[in-house]
């Protein structure tokens, strides 16, 4: 049985995908021409679990997301005080190509354009291809594969870096540049230029939210106290000068790039990528930024949703057992504690895998404390797809966490018999099977 969460993901992708506002990134050449319409959405789940949408493998040049990970790196080289006397952590409120420091001389966070070079000379190595090498290979050891580069657009914004040279020479000029500015640019624009996907991405964003371990390699990239630090600069600095909309609106943190991509990482839970081209007037996708909006509404990932007190959550979120009685057999799900997103996933995802030939299935919600809107939808669907494999599913919920329009908006009120104990729907069932006897 098919997961719920990928069509969830391509019918986000067919709602937004008319949105054609905004422009391409004219100012660097081989971005001037790139196809406006490509739109992809990929979610990694902190043990690798990849969920992708639309164009969600189709390469493109990470542009500045890659300034949170060379962000990273630096801090892991050269520890968070040496990094913080040349770059500050404050939201600029300026475009991000903006020539804004500090009264220290400091570019005023990571996240601009300015910080970013300044990151980028922060990294070991004494030459450009030393420090670009060591940025290739954490970045490569973030997405868990191999980055390569694309040269003709590393060439194409190589040629036209006026302001990133001269931003690169004032801070040198003033002290605060710890590479010659002709290193510090080349290699800052050459990590811009590696390229990746959306899927890559959501892998490198859910590396940050498990606290620097790779979901898919399991290496530790960074430690805990690290990851944190860059989630926190991309929560405040990482949209640009749309930083404070896109706390208020998505509350994830994230980072974007003039290629058309953005990257998320819902800390603790996932990691979220889109790709789409066209950018408002903040550089940012205009399609990505409506798909992290509905995204972090329809799955409660807002860094300051409000949970609900009074209930813990326990560590599993289902246990399976297989039982009999005189007239079948059954696989009865269990579900416990607090499902959320996150929750209902690895729910959804070991109810789709197992390989179910029993004719009945008993899903019991007597021990969910609070299950969340979506986690209903997901664990709806998959009830429903039991049901269209000519199974009868039985859900017990005492608590009508299922209420009736629920069970009419997930289109499951036929399909599902929802009881308030096992011993009620056994009964149910004793009946059915002595009703079918009798025909």
């Given at each position: ?86 770059v500050g952590v ?115 964003g859910a590396t ?151 004719r009945y299935v ?78």
């Amino acid at each position: 049985m098919r997961s719920p969460i990928g069509p969830y993901l391509a019918s986000i992708v067919d709602e937004i995908r008319p949105e054609d506002s905004g422009e391409l990134a004219d100012y660097i050449p081989e971005l001037a021409d790139a196809d406006p319409e490509p739109f992809g959405i990929a979610l990694s789940m902190l043990d690798g679990q990849v969920y992708t949408a639309g164009d969600a493998e189709r390469p493109f040049t990470i542009q500045s997301s890659a300034k949170a990970f060379t962000y990273a790196l630096a801090i892991r080289e050269r520890g968070l005080t040496k990094v913080l006397a040349h770059v500050g952590v404050e939201p600029s409120g300026d475009a991000f190509n903006a020539i804004s420091v500090d009264e220290r001389g400091r570019p005023a966070n990571p996240m601009i354009n300015a910080g970013a070079i300044g990151t980028f000379a922060l990294v070991p190595g004494d030459t450009v291809e030393e420090k670009f090498d060591a940025v290739q290979r954490f970045l490569s050891d973030c997405a868990g594969h191999d980055l390569d580069i694309d040269e003709g657009a590393y060439t194409s914004e190589l040629s036209t870096a006026y302001r990133n040279r001269g931003i690169a020479n004032m801070l040198r000029a003033s002290g605060g540049l710890a590479a010659e500015p002709d290193i510090a640019v080349e290699g800052y624009i050459r990590q811009g230029a590696l390229r990746v996907c959306a899927k890559d991405l959501a892998l490198m964003g859910a590396t940050l939210a498990s606290g620097g371990v790779q979901p898919v390699t399991g290496k530790r990239v960074l430690d805990d106290e690290t990851a944190g630090h860059v989630l926190s600069v991309m929560t405040t600095c990482g949209m640009y000068d749309a930083a404070g909309d896109w706390v208020s609106s998505v509350g994830i943190p994230a980072k974007s790039g003039v290629g058309g991509g953005i990257v998320g990482a819902s800390p603790g839970r996932l990691g979220i990528a889109t790709f789409s081209p066209r950018l408002d007037v903040h550089g940012n996708s205009v399609r990505g930024v409506a798909a992290f909006e509905r995204l972090s509404r329809d799955l409660s990932l807002h860094l300051m949703r409000i949970p609900e007190t009074g209930h813990l959550a326990l560590r599993e979120a289902i246990s399976v057992d297989y039982i009999s009685n005189d007239y079948g057999t059954a696989a009865m799900y269990r579900l416990q504690g607090i499902i959320d997103f996150v929750a209902a996933e690895s729910v959804v995802r070991r109810m789709t895998s197992d390989q179910i030939d029993h004719r009945y299935v008993v899903v019991e919600l007597t021990d969910v404390a609070e299950i969340k809107l979506v986690a209903l939808q997901m664990i709806a669907a998959v009830m429903a797809g039991f049901a269209h494999e000519g199974r009868q599913v039985y859900l017990i919920d005492p608590a009508r966490l299922y209420g009736p329009d629920d069970l009419q908006r997930f289109d499951i009120a036929d399909k599902v018999t929802q009881v308030d104990n096992f011993e009620q729907g056994e009964a149910i069932g004793r009946e059915r099977e002595a009703a079918e006897a009798g025909d």
